[in-house]
């Protein structure tokens, strides 16, 4: 402990050069395999002491972005899995496709479409004045799920809903009224094949989409808000969808 205070004492001097602050933060030579995920930095400053990450490539790591002082920073291993290859757990639910109603928000089509992805969810429809994955704003949340999971384009929500009911699947709409049952209550697995639909953050499901749906089920709340965000409460019923 005495050399680590000896240590950080000697990089917090402002006297000394930039070069000894780039030999602290040195990338090490040979210890991972592939490039690390990144840094954890913390700020020499003893009034400060932020810790932060960075990405690999952040040269801005060096310094500390509340005070200016310099930081040392360790790497990050790789993290195990990250392709879904070591913590992959049985599915129990049905095949679960997903029917974006009039989403607006890009940011929320991406995140939708990262969670659909990493869910294993077999189709996704994107409806009405929902972007398409290919706009350059969904990138930011998708991550590159908008290139992975199927997707298709409808102009018009019931249509599509009456094609896919056509085609066998059960249309289950996430939302709240009367008809609303809590989600956790019910036994996914007695369907073999269900549509997921999510609505608008403004106007919520198409009357006409519930009027379709064989279900309507809703996610407790328990506090003062009355509603998630709909990226937020559209992961929460995939997943217990799939896993249930």
Not at 56 to 75: A, F, M, Q
Not at 177 to 200: K, N, T, Y
């Amino acid at each position: 402990m005495a050399y680590l205070s000896s240590f950080v004492g000697l990089l917090w001097d402002r006297h000394l050069s930039a070069g000894v602050y780039r030999c602290a933060n040195a990338r090490p030579a040979g210890r991972f395999a592939v490039t690390p995920a990144g840094w954890i930095c913390e700020c020499v400053n003893p009034a400060c002491l932020l810790r932060f990450p960075a990405a690999w490539e952040d040269e801005r790591r060096l310094i500390c972005p509340v005070c200016g002082d310099p930081t040392v920073c360790i790497p990050l291993p790789p993290k195990e899995g990250e392709e879904g290859s070591v913590h992959q757990a049985p599915v129990t639910g049905p095949t679960v496709s997903l029917l974006l109603d009039n989403i607006r928000s890009s940011y929320n089509v991406g995140s939708l479409l990262r969670t659909a992805e990493g869910a294993g969810i077999a189709h996704v429809h994107l409806c009405g004045i929902c972007p398409k994955p290919d706009h350059p704003r969904v990138a930011k949340t998708g991550l590159g799920a908008e290139e992975i999971v199927p997707w298709s384009y409808h102009p018009n929500a019931r249509l599509a809903a009456h094609a896919l009911i056509a085609d066998g699947w059960r249309l289950w709409s996430l939302e709240t009224g009367a008809r609303a049952e809590p989600i956790f209550h019910i036994r996914a697995q007695e369907a073999d094949q269900v549509v997921l639909v999510v609505g608008s953050e403004v106007t919520g499901v198409d009357p006409a989409l519930l009027d379709l749906s064989e279900r309507i089920v809703c996610l407790p709340m328990d506090g003062a808000k009355r509603s998630l965000n709909v990226a937020s409460a559209g992961a929460i019923g995939i997943y217990w969808l799939r896993y249930s």
